[in-house]
């Protein structure tokens, strides 16, 4: 177990190092427009090691997210640049421990659409900025998660805080971490919930 946490530290310390301060030849060639997008897509792909008990109740989770999402500019302020999002969650994937279940491990799956978000974004550097965000999701599993009495459809919502680094005039790379929270908001006979921590990368294009 720790190793992973050591596997996943160390990636993360490289990929901060390389996304904010890239090679000096880079730097040199390159030269990018600094105006701030007018709209973008990025789709990203995230894992969780492990669950949390913040706001949720499940505990011994993995999990795995995709998402893929479109992005307009509606605010400029000073240097930073407020975007409106909409996305699609085509795969989200647990494997927990089932509390109704003397904590068996099981697997849920799930897809849903995420109707809302926002996020900020700031320059750095000429190559790198970073982005602060939150979103909102519809989320239906394929079975009664993530117990019996539980339901199908579940509500979700994320914050995150991503390092981004400009490839091309169209083209960038992030890096960030995502705290995730799903549950079936009161609606179910039972609402246990479940947070995640996931580390994701993602690739924009406008």
């Known amino acids: 177990m720790y190793s992973n946490y050591l596997r996943t530290l160390s990636l993360s310390s490289f990929l901060f190092v390389a996304l904010l301060y890239p090679p000096f030849k880079v730097q040199a060639q390159e030269t990018f427009n600094h105006e701030p997008k007018r709209s973008f897509f990025t789709y990203s792909a995230g894992y969780s090691p492990h669950s949390i008990r913040l706001l949720g109740k499940t505990r011994k989770s993995k999990t795995f997210i995709s998402k893929l999402s479109y992005s307009k500019l509606i605010k400029e302020k000073e240097d930073a640049s407020i975007y409106f999002t909409v996305g699609l969650v085509p795969f989200l994937h647990y494997d927990y421990s089932k509390r109704d279940n003397l904590d068996k491990p099981d697997i849920a799956k799930g897809f ?37 009495k539980s339901r199908r459809l579940n509500f979700a919502f994320d914050i995150s805080a991503v390092i981004q680094r400009q490839l091309s005039s169209r083209l960038s790379f992030s890096f960030g971490y995502k705290f995730h929270h799903i549950s079936n908001a009161q609606t179910g006979k039972q609402n246990p919930g479940l947070d995640s921590n996931f580390i994701f990368i993602s690739i924009h294009s406008n």
Do not use: C, E, H, V
């Open 112 to 148: 849903g659409i995420s109707p809302w978000g926002f996020d900020l974004i700031k320059p750095i550097n000429r190559l790198a900025s970073y982005k602060l965000g939150t979103s909102g999701s519809i989320i239906y599993m394929n079975k009664f998660f993530p117990t019996d």
